[in-house]
Nanobody, 121 residues
Framework: QVQLAESGGGSVQTGESLRLACVVS????????LTWFRQAPGKGRDAVAE???????SYAASVKGRFTISQDNSQSTLYLQMNNLKPEDSAIYYC???????????????WGQGTQVTVSV
């Protein structure tokens, strides 16, 4: 069974940067579609960024131009570089894995434990 471990969160001020990492273990990295989500207090869990099966990255409108998703297949790690952070980016950030079936992603979701990001004014 796949396991996901996020790290890199912390407390920063507006305009600063953080880089999150999600290490995938227990299953080959290329068997999974991986997506970064975040959940702010009292709100639902929203997708932030992902790399599609075609290798093209996509982003939520609220983070486009500030966040960059990348991956290191050799290290089985997904990254999220977050620049120019704003207070509204404060949330728990999660990595989600969904089984890759050809060019599609389908099946059970697996989640990491999350990493807290807090951005102060």
């Amino acid at each position: 069974q796949v396991q996901l471990a996020e790290s890199g969160g912390g407390s920063v001020q507006t305009g600063e940067s953080l880089r999150l990492a999600c290490v995938v273990s227990g299953s080959p990295y290329n068997r999974w579609c991986l997506t970064w989500f975040r959940q702010a207090p009292g709100k639902g869990r929203d997708a932030v960024a992902e790399i599609g099966s075609d290798g093209v990255a996509s982003y939520a409108a609220s983070v486009k131009g500030r966040f960059t998703i990348s991956q290191d297949n050799s290290q089985s790690t997904l990254y999220l570089q977050m620049n120019n952070l704003k207070p509204e980016d404060s949330a728990i950030y999660y990595c989600r894995a969904k089984p890759r079936r050809g060019i599609f992603c389908d099946g059970q979701d697996y989640w990491g434990q999350g990493t807290q990001v807090t951005v102060s004014v």
